[in-house]
């Protein structure tokens, strides 16, 4: 009776209010416009990805939300492709799309398609299901959608949901109505393999009676690891490569707000400081209020890099798909989006071994919170905040090299999350 009263208020009320938000709110975003009008022709995109496919081989069909999301997948489908079978890879964000698209990511062999998810509709649900015929679909981190997971049990399709996260706050198991709703979707879910203890008895909080909640770690680490493992050296300015190099990177506004004033004055202070810059949405609006903000100061953009002056301090990243490569030169690192919706990837540069750190908002970080009990990471509040920490690593780089070496390795002891769960995904495949 609970499942039915949600499929209703979820396809009569929640979906057609979702449709009028985000067209709504097209017209003022442009990540959201150019989101929809990448969807153009995505089920051809689709089918002509399927006709390639083996039937022979089984196909698993992963889902993440974004770039951040398809990290945790890669080790997955890696190793379901070793393992003979094939993949296709939905995603919902823009972003994603970009990180894919980017010639720096290299195609997956045995991936037959990457594209967004068509909007969440039961229609849209059963022609996906029958365009795909997936042996297993997976679900990664967070990002469910309701009528494809119902629909996908009304069809006998196992699902799995991996490296599954719910933060302290979520409304998932923040009150009734969440663990409600989200109990109609966990109980499709054949298994659920969480990242941490907590993440499992906040599923559990919603279903306490699935059979199949169990702790298996963040598939993450071990993409970030190999990956890391096969990155090539960002070639940077020669004043870069002897001098402390503080990487500033997936930022927003109120990230800058924090820390671009001490980055500037510490630009004076320590003549050894090399900025690179590298924002969530490179547009050239946000380049060239970055580049009025450190007026006077030399810097070159990535997209000039070979005509840069002689004495450039910053680096100004205009394009996306680098930031892992960057992070390998720094010392410090500080990740966005810990003053917005919550702190962007900090595995990446931990496991290049700088020293991180990142704003209040960490609680949708598993390793954040991991590393701040160890005090391997440091958040900060405010300006102030940020430039006492910055000017002390500064005056004791030792510090912070240390900083870098424990967290990297604390990061890499994370490892094997991929190997655990990938014969629970291919069980009975054959």
């Not at 929640?14 to 449709?19: A, K, N, V, W």
């Not at 967070?142 to 997971?149: A, H």
């Not at 393999?193 to 770690?217: C, F, N, W, Y």
């Not at 410090?332 to 750190?357: C, D, Q, R």
């Amino acid at each position: 009776m609970t499942s039915r009263f949600w499929f209703a208020a979820y396809n009569l009320f929640f979906l057609p209010l979702f449709f009028g938000i985000v067209n709504l709110l097209a017209f003022f975003k442009t990540n959201i416009r150019e989101s929809l009008e990448k969807r153009k022709n995505q089920w051809e995109r689709l089918g002509d990805g399927v006709s390639k496919r083996d039937w022979q081989k089984p196909l698993v069909w992963l889902h993440v939300a974004s770039a951040g999301e398809f990290l945790q997948a890669q080790p997955v489908i890696e190793r379901c492709v070793a393992g003979g079978a094939e993949c296709v890879l939905t995603f919902s964000s823009i972003n994603a799309y970009r990180w894919l698209e980017s010639p720096q990511q290299a195609k997956i062999p045995g991936l037959l398609a990457t594209e967004f998810l068509p909007t969440d509709t039961l229609w849209n649900a059963r022609r996906l299901l029958g365009l795909l015929q997936p042996s297993r679909l997976v679900w990664v981190s967070y990002d469910l959608w309701p009528n494809l997971v119902w629909e996908a049990r009304q069809q006998k399709v196992p699902q799995f949901l991996i490296s599954a996260i719910v933060h302290a706050d979520s409304l998932r198991n923040g009150n009734m109505v969440g663990r409600s709703f989200y109990h109609s979707i966990y109980e499709c879910l054949e298994h659920i393999l969480t990242v941490s203890e907590e993440d499992r008895q906040r599923i559990l909080s919603a279903i306490p009676e699935h059979p199949k909640v169990e702790v298996m770690g963040d598939t993450r680490c071990d993409s970030v690891l190999e990956r890391r493992d096969h990155l090539k050296i960002t070639k940077l300015p020669q004043i870069a490569k002897n001098g402390f190099v503080f990487v500033a990177g997936s930022t927003w506004p109120p990230d800058e707000a924090c820390i671009f004033p001490a980055l500037k004055e510490a630009l004076s202070e320590f003549p050894e400081l090399f900025l690179i810059l590298a924002p969530h949405e490179p547009t050239e609006e946000y380049l060239k209020n970055v580049e009025k903000h450190f007026d006077g100061i030399p810097f070159v953009r990535w997209s000039n890099i070979s005509s840069a002056p002689e004495r450039v301090r910053i680096l100004l990243i205009d394009t996306v798909g680098i930031l892992a490569g960057l992070y390998r030169s720094a010392k410090m690192v500080y990740v966005g989006g810990a003053f917005t919706t919550g702190v962007h990837n900090i595995l990446e540069p931990v496991v290049m071994g700088a020293s991180v750190a990142f704003g209040p908002k960490h609680d949708n970080s598993t390793e954040a919170l991991q590393l701040l009990e160890q005090n391997l990471v440091n958040t900060v509040n405010n300006p102030a905040e940020f430039r006492k920490l910055l000017f002390h690593l500064l005056a004791d780089q030792e510090r912070c090299l240390e900083l870098g070496r424990k967290s990297q390795v604390f990061i890499e002891n994370q490892a094997g999350a991929a190997e655990l769960c990938v014969p629970l995904l291919m069980k009975d495949l054959y």
